[in-house]
Nanobody, 121 residues
C-alpha cells in the first residue's frame, strides 16, 4: 500500500505564510506527478499546484505568484510554500501523487487525508 501524510496546516492571518508538506511511503517504485488540491464545504476539489517528476510546475491562476510547489524525489516528498495568504485560500488541502507500485504497469492515484488551512481576515 501507499500512504500520503500531510503536515503544516493551521490558522494564520491574511498576509502571512504557511508551508505544507507531504510524504509518500509504502511500496513505491516511482512517483510521476505530485500535487496539492483544496476543497471547501459544498464545493468540488480544485487544483492548486502540481509538479512532474521532471520538475515542470502548474498553478491555479488564483495562487500564481504567491504559492510555490517543490519536491524531493529522493525522499518522495512535496512541499507547498504559501505566501501572502488570503481569506479565500481557506480550505482543506489534499496532497496527491501518481504512484507506480511494485508489480504494477500503470500509475495509481493516491490522496492524503487532508490538512486544514484557515486564513482570517
Amino acid at each position: 500500500q501507499v500512504q500520503l501524510v500531510e503536515s503544516g496546516g493551521g490558522l494564520v492571518q491574511a498576509g502571512e505564510s504557511l508551508r505544507l508538506s507531504c510524504a509518500a511511503s509504502g511500496s513505491i517504485v516511482s512517483i510521476n506527478t505530485m500535487g496539492w488540491y483544496r476543497q471547501t464545504p459544498g464545493e468540488q476539489r480544485e487544483l492548486v499546484a502540481t509538479i512532474t517528476s521532471g520538475g515542470r510546475t502548474n498553478y491555479a491562476d488564483s495562487v500564481k505568484g504567491r504559492f510555490t510547489i517543490s519536491r524531493d524525489s529522493a525522499k518522495n516528498t512535496v512541499t507547498l510554500q504559501m505566501n501572502s495568504l488570503k481569506s479565500e485560500d481557506t480550505a482543506v488541502y489534499y496532497c496527491n501523487a501518481q504512484v507506480y507500485r511494485y508489480y504494477s504497469t500503470a500509475a495509481a492515484n493516491y490522496w492524503g487525508q487532508g490538512t486544514q488551512v484557515t486564513v482570517s481576515s
